[in-house]
């Protein structure tokens, strides 16, 4: 082995320590929502092998493009690249929306502000924003770390996460939603 591939040429080992590092925030997660649907290889390309992420071209072959990455680069993306499979392998099964005084900025309206409770366990965040022709919405899975704060720790290590500039929701808005700390696990 090699510096820049420490564990070899074959992904399923780094799918492993992508897995790994997922599990400590998502335990729910199966390593088959990592290896299913993975875009991303190792290649040898010209004389050097590569990190690479595979794409269909125009004709539908499919192709390995090299990624200006590191091993640890090539681990995060094999995680961070599938948070949609976790999302979508465990339903929300309720819900509370989070209530913000300023829902106005330039001209983008928050639609929806929405702290989630899934059925595998664990919690995320969904936001919604947009204007008359545009908009958009994004998802937060929230490190099961994070419930392990105290709350003014936890509100600290969120609002990092799920920044308030674009977003519109601040620190006052979380810490007068009638319910959230309780629906998050928190006492009163």
């Not at 010209?46 to 090299?66: F, H, L, M, T």
């Not at 995320?124 to 720790?153: C, D, H, K, M």
Request: aromatic share 18%; net charge negative; hydrophobic share 35%.
């Amino acid at each position: 082995m090699n510096e820049k591939f420490p564990y070899g040429y074959d992904v399923n080992a780094y799918i492993d320590k992508a897995f790994e590092q997922m599990k400590a925030d998502f335990p729910w997660a199966t390593r088959e929502m990592i290896a299913e649907h993975t875009c991303y290889g190792i290649a040898k390309v010209g004389d050097d092998y590569q990190y690479v992420a595979y794409w269909n071209n125009d004709e539908g072959k499919r192709e390995a493009y090299p990624q200006k990455t590191d091993c640890e680069g090539f681990i995060r993306s094999l995680a961070k690249g599938h948070e949609w499979e976790l999302e979508r392998a465990n339903p929300v099964k309720e819900y509370i929306d989070v209530p913000a005084k300023n829902t106005f900025s330039s001209d983008w309206y928050l639609e929806i502000y929405r702290i989630r409770k899934h059925e595998m366990g664990g919690y995320s965040a969904y936001v919604q924003a947009g204007n008359r022709s545009a908009g958009g919405s994004r998802t937060f899975f929230i490190p099961i770390s994070y419930l392990t704060l105290p709350w003014e720790g936890f509100l600290d290590k969120y609002l990092e996460l799920v920044s308030p500039g674009p977003f519109y929701v601040g620190r006052d808005d979380l810490e007068n939603c009638s319910g959230l700390k309780e629906f998050l696990g928190f006492s009163k």
